[in-house]
Nanobody, 120 residues
Framework: QVQLVESGGGLVQAGGSLRLSCAAS????????VGWFRQAPGKEREFVASISWSTFSTYYADSVKGRFTIAKDNAKNTASLQMNNLKPEDTAVYYC?????????????WGQGTQVTVSS
């Protein structure tokens, strides 16, 4: 199975920055699309950002566009989410996910998540 481990979360004041990382076992990220999602307490999971497998294009939720940047390093088998100008509403558990050789359908594997807390 593919295992994903997120890291880099923590506590930061509004306006600060964090960089999340996602490390994968198994196949290299060159074979996968990568997505980032988040879930606040008591709320449903929501999409944050993704990078495609076929075109390497990126997509962002409107709420984070211009502040967050997704990237992946195929050689190191890692992906990142650079988060700048953080807001209290960004507080959530952040998850990375992958799907193999597809830019459609469900995400195949999920990480355990890393907590991001933004104080006001």
């Amino acid at each position: 199975q593919v295992q994903l481990v997120e890291s880099g979360g923590g506590l930061v004041q509004a306006g600060g920055s964090l960089r999340l990382s996602c490390a994968a076992s198994g196949r290299t990220f060159s074979s996968y699309a990568v997505g980032w999602f988040r879930q606040a307490p008591g709320k449903e999971r929501e999409f944050v950002a993704s990078i495609s497998w076929s075109t390497f294009s990126t997509y962002y939720a409107d709420s984070v566009k211009g502040r967050f940047t997704i990237a992946k390093d195929n050689a190191k088998n890692t992906a990142s989410l650079q988060m700048n100008n953080l807001k209290p509403e960004d507080t959530a558990v952040y998850y990375c996910a992958v799907r193999q050789r597809r830019d459609y359908g469900p995400w195949d594997y999920w990480g355990q998540g890393t907590q991001v807390t933004v104080s006001s």
